[in-house]
């Protein structure tokens, strides 16, 4: 396996302007070389931007005197370059190159030569980049957000420019996207969710590029978890970390804090990134010489340790890795009914150890218990229906073998795949002792009325639940082959629902234009990161058997509500299911959230076992993955909005499909007067028809949990995985990371999560602070000027627009909105604005009054505003159906 992680570096190069700052100078000076992966250097430089400069300035001045002509703009020239197309040999295969593009540039401009200008040196930097072989480029932020359609516009140019089309030749027939990514932080204190917002806006205006992705500049402060979930469903390209972000240990080394830790963990162990072709991630060190003399080890002692830090993670990950479940993939459902399964995906599921034990578990209760209706003239008839190529009649085999009832059971093996057949009567022969008697026929056309079975086990689950046609077959068996107390395993199972964003998985089925129907399909999302938008996990409907009538069509509408915003790209769909008891149930839901059962809600805990109600996800199966149900158009979401869902599973003499629709609205709380008009506007309303109390549900934990011990590892491992796989001890670096846990974190690995404690875990942090914004600055040679000081307001960044580009941060303002005098409203004042055209409909012409004597106290309205809504999806099975 290939790790998915490396690191980078930005060199310190402090040439005279007008120098030539190329990557010869560094490669002879390299004082790190085998610590890194990338180093990022600028594309072109200042001379470069001198005489762009310049030829502007004449250009201007000839267009004043002669008729207009095109602006065009040379490309850059050997002396203007600071990446060389020269690599010696000894570089070639071990430095790879991270392109910088200019910062100087003002894509958002309103003038449209400096507009015209910016895309013509980002398009000769960007064809310069791709002929020396260079496949990430880092593109500053945007300065102004006022115009941030304009500098969408240049970037969606840029990007449907030849430049970045994959060259498909017949020796690499999917060769790899060159990427641009736009660098920001990865939060803001002021508003969390900022950062996510502006990118979401740039991804869509440029119609979510495959080549588009983004580098996330890491704070020194503590992230809250849903902002962290968010950028981990996002494409990635790189984590910036300055070195301002170190604490040193009580030895002198720098370390980072261990919710950073945390961090770099998680994008490790996500693997996300690898959905997007060529998109690895990066850690991207910069800054490292401004404290170097500070900390122990100088510059080399921040490589050692984010090193260290990957190679952890590397050996965390292989110890989980299973063959053929690494990759992030997009799936199809299986449809066993209707199509044969392979020999590779029955070698695959037939892995899987958890689900088997927890058959077999539940096969030996339900036969202890009907082991008393065995008598002397009649046996137990035992029915696996949809046997397959045998593992559930091993486990049952070994379980009436181990009772001493082999001679008092009658087994039934149920299969219609005849090269499966051929397997089962291998086993049957080599293992079985001839015992179990096979039937290769369709369970559906099955109708030998003689064979009345006592136990019906079957393994019809899909990732859904129901989507496998686990009720229709196992209807037409209870309909031939049920006693009244036949027992079936499973006993019930039922089909839960939440909306989340998953832009992955979105851009993955967008970006195929020769299917349209693939938005409209369902798909098995395995290990490809989404969110959960809701705070609840809603359950649909559950099948039980015996079924006792043929009730296979479903359909449901249920309500989610969303704290945060954001953008739903579909729905999530998980499974549980009873196989005999209590004891024996196998689910997908993943821990941490709340399960709405009509008005009943269970916590899903995976410490807390001995509650028989609770559900919790069956550790370390992996037979399942999630189900998706994708929407066309993705559906933006403010704050505190509801989302209604119809859900339906329906079927006809010939198929069975599923449809689905969402619908978001938000609540207003207003007052009105004697004549029923609204006169005061309050904050958006939650929860008004349920006084549900919020803090009464637990949030998502996060299940990556580091505990910090003793490490020795060699400060000259390489960031590849293959090199980090394995390091010799140095008895010089044994002690550098050791006994990292801080201070309020006990020997046990937990936090006691005393966030206004932080900066006291280690002994010291180094001397400056940087923000998100300033470790953006450092990586394009901006000035290191808070944006967002208190005292940085918006008539200041105006004058100072053109000498220190400091990008401005709030996506609440409008730029029609002339009426705030330049301030910038905060995002709930934004939202509680009055919502323009309020349907009179919904707003009562009269209300009821007291005698004008009274004093009058103004109505309370609750007003539902509805938001967006998207067509129903799959509408009579066109895209996708399972046939009968």
Not at 42 to 71: F, G, M
Not at 603 to 623: A, G, H, K, R, V
Request: overall charge negative; some cysteine.
């Amino acid at each position: 396996m290939q790790s998915n992680v490396y690191i980078g570096i930005k060199p310190a190069l402090n040439n005279p302007a007008g120098t030539s700052d190329n990557s010869d100078s560094y490669a002879e000076n390299n004082k790190f070389t085998g610590s890194y992966d990338y180093v990022l250097l600028p594309i072109t430089n200042s001379r470069y931007k001198e005489t762009v400069k310049r030829y502007l300035k004449d250009y201007k001045v000839s267009q004043d005197k002669n008729a207009y002509t095109d602006l065009t703009i040379l490309e850059p020239q050997l002396q203007d370059i600071s990446i060389s197309p020269f690599n010696s040999e000894s570089q070639e295969e071990t430095l790879r190159y991270i392109g910088l593009l200019s910062s100087w540039l003002e894509l958002e401009s309103p003038d449209l030569l400096e507009r015209s200008l910016a895309y013509q040196v980002l398009l000769n930097e960007c064809k310069y980049a791709k002929y020396v072989g260079i496949k990430k480029l880092i593109l500053a932020p945007p300065k102004d957000l006022i115009n941030l359609q304009d500098y969408s516009q240049i970037v969606a140019r840029l990007l449907n420019s030849e430049i970045f089309k994959p060259e498909h030749t017949i020796s690499q027939p999917n060769a790899d996207r060159m990427m641009l990514s736009i660098s920001l932080p990865l939060c803001e204190d002021s508003d969390p969710l900022a950062t996510w917002e502006l990118w979401n806006t740039v991804r869509k205006l440029c119609d979510y590029h495959p080549s588009l992705t983004i580098s996330l500049a890491v704070s020194r402060v503590k992230t809250p978890n849903y902002v962290i979930n968010r950028w981990l469903c996002e494409p990635v390209s790189c984590l910036l970390v300055s070195s301002s972000i170190f604490a040193t240990n009580k030895y002198g080394y720098p370390v980072l804090h261990k919710f950073n830790q945390n961090l770099i963990r998680m994008f490790q162990d996500i693997n996300g990134n690898s959905q997007v072709t060529s998109n690895d991630l990066c850690i991207l060190l910069h800054g490292m010489e401004k404290y170097a003399d500070r900390v122990k080890g100088g510059e080399s002692s921040y490589l050692a340790y984010i090193n260290h830090l990957l190679k952890k993670g590397d050996q965390a990950i292989l110890s989980e890795c299973i063959e053929g479940f690494n990759q992030p993939q997009l799936l199809s459902p299986l449809k066993p009914h209707s199509e044969n399964l392979t020999n590779e995906i029955y070698t695959t599921f037939e892995k899987d150890e958890t689900k088997y034990d927890m058959y077999e578990k539940a096969i030996e209760k339900a036969i202890i218990d009907l082991r008393y209706n065995i008598t002397k003239t009649s046996q137990l008839v035992i029915l696996i229906a949809g046997a397959g190529r045998g593992a559930i009649v091993d486990r049952l085999y070994q379980v009436v073998t181990r009772n001493n009832l082999i001679n008092k059971v009658k087994i039934l093996a149920l299969e219609k795949n005849p090269e499966a057949c051929l397997y089962l009567q291998k086993r049957n022969f080599e293992y079985w002792d001839n015992s179990v008697e096979l039937i290769k026929e369709n369970m559906r056309d099955w109708k030998d009325t003689s064979i009345k079975v006592d136990l019906c086990i079957s393994e019809l689950l899909g990732s859904f639940g129901c989507n496998e046609l686990s009720p229709e077959c196992l209807f037409e068996v209870e309909r031939y082959h049920g006693k009244p107390n036949t027992v079936y395993i499973p006993q019930s199972y039922s089909s839960y629902v939440a909306p989340i964003t998953c832009p992955l998985v979105y851009q993955k089925l967008k970006d195929n234009n020769n299917n349209k129907k693939m938005l409209e399909s369902l798909w098995v999302s395995h290990k490809i990161p989404y969110q959960i938008l809701s705070s609840k996990i809603n359950k649909l409907w559950t099948f039980n058997h015996p079924m006792n009538k043929n009730n296979f069509s479903k359909t449901k509408t249920t309500v989610f509500k969303m704290k945060h915003r954001g953008e739903v790209h579909g729905l999530v769909g998980f499974f549980t299911a009873t196989l005999y008891d209590e004891e024996t149930i196998l689910s997908i839901i993943p821990n941490g959230y709340a399960v709405k059962n009509d008005e009943e809600y269970f916590m899903i805990n995976n410490n807390n076992n001995s509650n028989n109600e609770d559900l919790y996800q069956t550790p370390n199966m992996f037979s399942w993955s999630p189900m998706v149900f994708p929407i066309s158009n993705p559906l933006p979401i403010v704050d505190d909005t509801e989302i209604c869902v119809l859900i339906s599973r329906l079927h006809d003499f010939n198929n069975i499909w599923y449809e689905w629709s969402l619908e978001s609205s938000i609540y207003f709380v207003v007052s009105g007067d004697k004549t029923g008009n609204i006169t005061q506007q309050e904050t958006p309303f939650k929860d008004v028809t349920k006084n549900v109390n919020q803090n009464s549900v637990s949030k998502p934990k996060s299940k990556y949990v580091e505990h910090e011990e003793g490490h020795t590892f060699n400060d000259t491992t390489n960031s590849n995985f293959s090199n980090r796989k394995e390091s010799q001890p140095n008895s010089l670096l044994k002690n550098k990371f050791t006994n990292l846990t801080t201070d309020n974190e006990r020997d046990d690995g937990t936090n006691n999560n005393n966030d206004n404690n932080n900066n006291n875990n280690y002994n010291s942090f180094l001397p400056s602070f940087d923000t998100g914004w300033q470790s953006v600055n450092d990586i394009h040679g901006w000035a290191t000027k808070d944006p967002f000081s208190e005292h940085d307001h918006a008539s200041n960044r105006a004058a100072t627009h053109n000498s220190n580009p400091t990008p401005m941060f709030n996506l609440n303002e409008s730029p029609n909105d002339n009426n705030n005098n330049g301030q910038i409203l905060p995002h709930s004042q934004f939202l509680s604005s009055p919502p323009p055209n309020v349907p009179a409909a919904i707003v009562p012409q009269e209300l009821s009054l007291e005698p004008e004597q009274e004093e009058y106290i103004p109505q309370e309205i609750h007003i539902r505003v509805k938001t967006g809504a998207t067509h129903i999806h799959n509408i009579g099975g066109h895209a996708f159906s399972i046939s009968l």
